[in-house]
Every structure is written in C-alpha cells, then in structure tokens.
T-cell receptor, first 109, second 116 residues
Framework: DAKTTQPPSMDCAEGRAANLPCNHS???????VYWYRQIHSQGPQYIIH???NNETNEMASLIITEDRKSSTLILPHATLRDTAVYYC??????????FGQGTELSVKP | EAQVTQNPRYLITVTGKKLTVTCSQN?????MSWYRQDPGLGLRQIYY???????DKGDVPEGYKVSRKEKRNFPLILESPSPNQTSLYFC???????????????FGDGTRLSIL
C-alpha cells in the first residue's frame, strides 16, 4: 500500500509561513493527496486536496512535485490557532484512505 | 446545518457486552467511513461504505461490524468488545463520486470508548 511520511513535529513563528512536507513516493496515478488537521481530539478538519496541479484556497496552498512523489502544505501566515496535528493522506480508488503519522505543528508567538 | 452526528460521545463498558455506536449524516453523502485513533498511531480506517449495502474493510476491521441499510446511517457494532478496542472513534462522510473520492470528508466529533 502507498504510504505517506511526514516529520513528527515542526515549529513556526507566528505570522510566518509554515511549510509542511509530505513524502508519498509510491503514490499511484489516480490517488489524490489530501491534507487535514486535528486540534486536540476534535474531528479532523479538511484543509485542501489535489491530484496533479498545485492548489490554493482560503486556508492554504498545496504544492505537488511534478513526479507526484512529494507535496508541501503551505500556511501563508501562521497564527496560534493553526497549532495542530497535520495529516497528509492519500485517497485511492475505492475509498480506502491511507494516513501518515502526522506532523505536530507548534506556532509560537 | 450540515453535520455528521455520532452517539454516544462517551461510553464506559465491560468486556463482552455488545455495543453499537451510531453515525448519521444529513448531507445525502454516498460515502461513509469509520476510524479509530490511538496515541502515537494516528487515524486508522476500520470500515468504509461507498453506498447503501456496499461496505469494505479498512486497515483494522477485526472485532468490528458495520451495516449500511440506508444512506444516512452507518452504525459501528462491537459484538464482543475487548480492552484493546478502547479508543477514540470517528465517523466521516463524503460526497465523493465514483472511485476517486475527489471530495473532502466531513468528520463527526468523535466517540471515546473505554472497555474495562
């Protein structure tokens, strides 16, 4: 099964961009890359997703490399409320989700 | 309000006593799924359903059953709970169509189960 690899933790200064990497070197051609975040033990919150092209929405940007083997989630101006665990997820045909271990992002004043 | 509702939110019970965690969504989503979350292990998928009467195993289906008799409901059944099923459980739904699942999942608030 294709899996994702993320650093276990990262720090970011408030107001700066947070760049969270994800490696998915065995991704299949029809698998989407999704990013979610989880604050404490609440239900995960959707952030952004993409297949091949870079994507941007009101929360973040997603940069996917041309070979699709890795991606980066960018929070352009991190705030203290962005402190959370961020999950990079592959979604494959048939609905099976493959979670990484997540990156615990700490935004510091 | 569009939402995924899980009940109960908290439950403490004993080994072997059958229990059901209900999940209901009001968004007419075809796809629904159950996850468990344990410290240090992230979220792991238990079962998922692409549509009514269609269910498939995720990564950790042992000890669980599900049913999808109608689109809005997807209950998780523990026929004979054991302590290793003590965990935080999440239900989710999505409008993702076909096999690509190209729409985000909406998660419930979670159910914390303790099996003594």
């Amino acid at each position: 099964d294709a899996k994702t690899t993320q650093p276990p933790s990262m720090d970011c200064a408030e107001g700066r961009a947070a760049n969270l990497p994800c490696n998915h070197s065995t991704i299949s051609g029809n698998e989407y890359v999704y990013w979610y975040r989880q604050i404490h033990s609440q239900g995960p919150q959707y952030i952004i997703h993409g297949l091949k092209n870079n994507e941007t929405n009101e929360m973040a940007s997603l940069i996917i490399t041309e070979d699709r083997k890795s991606s980066t989630l960018i929070l352009p101006h991190a705030t203290l409320r962005d402190t959370a665990v961020y999950y990079c997820i592959l979604v494959r045909r048939g609905g099976k989700l493959i979670f990484g271990q997540g990156t615990e992002l700490s935004v510091k004043p | 309000e569009a939402q995924v509702t899980q009940n109960p939110r908290y439950l403490i019970t004993v080994t072997g006593k059958k229990l059901t965690v209900t999940c209901s969504q009001n968004m007419n989503h075809e796809y629904m799924s159950w996850y468990r979350q344990d410290p240090g292990l992230g979220l792991r998928q238990i079962y998922y359903s692409m549509n009514v009467e269609v269910t498939d195993k995720g990564d950790v289906p042992e000890g669980y059953k599900v049913s999808r008799k109608e689109k809005r409901n997807f209950p998780l059944i523990l026929e004979s709970p054991s302590p290793n099923q003590t965990s935080l459980y999440f239900c989710a739904s999505s409008s993702g169509t076909g096999g690509g699942l190209n729409q985000p999942q909406h998660f419930g608030d979670g159910t914390r189960l303790s099996i003594l």
